[in-house]
């Protein structure tokens, strides 16, 4: 099984989101044998995710998560110290022009996955865009803002 996630790129309540991420995650990784993992790397709520599924892979060492990247990083601004070994970079998105690479990525995503874990708490923008996407291909979508 593989799972997606899609959140708004500010959020408040942190640990509360996070402590809710890590109970679903480890629910799906236990009961529902969900092994792959995408998400973005555009917003905290991407952020926290990452953070989570490290830790997770620690007590959980079957599973495989990815930071799915949109566009490759501006040489000139990495830096020294940023870490891109959990990412990968679609062959597909190398032609795709910046402005409309986040969304191409998000649909890739959708495509390859099952489950959405959601961070939506109105329905604008990008994340409850690609929440309701999910939901008209019949993903199963679990929203942590519920």
């Known amino acids: 099984m593989t799972v997606s996630f899609f959140g708004h790129r500010k959020i408040c309540g942190n640990?509360?989101?996070?402590?809710?991420?890590?109970?679903?995650l480890?629910?799906?990784?236990?009961?529902n044998g969900a092994t792959n993992f995408y998400?973005?790397?555009n917003g905290e709520y991407d952020t926290i995710v990452r953070k989570t599924?490290?830790?997770l892979k620690k007590d959980y060492p079957q599973i495989n998560y990815a930071v799915v990247l949109s566009y490759?990083?501006?040489?000139?601004?990495i830096k020294e110290n940023d870490d891109y070994s959990d990412t990968?970079?679609?062959e597909k998105l190398a032609k795709v022009p910046r402005r409309f690479a986040i969304d191409k990525r998000n649909h890739r995503m959708i495509e390859r996955s099952s489950v959405v874990v959601t961070y939506v708490k109105n329905n604008i923008g990008g994340a409850?865009?690609?929440k309701e996407t999910a939901e008209k291909k019949g993903l199963n979508i679990i929203n942590i803002s519920d």
Do not use: D, S, T
């Open 39 to 41: 998400v973005g790397n």
């Open 72 to 77: 490759l990083p501006i040489e000139n601004k």
């Open 15 to 24: 640990e509360e989101i996070k402590r809710k991420l890590k109970e679903i």
């Open 88 to 90: 990968i970079f679609p």
């Open 26 to 31: 480890q629910k799906l990784i236990a009961e």
């Open 128 to 130: 409850a865009k690609f």
């Open 53 to 55: 599924l490290k830790e």
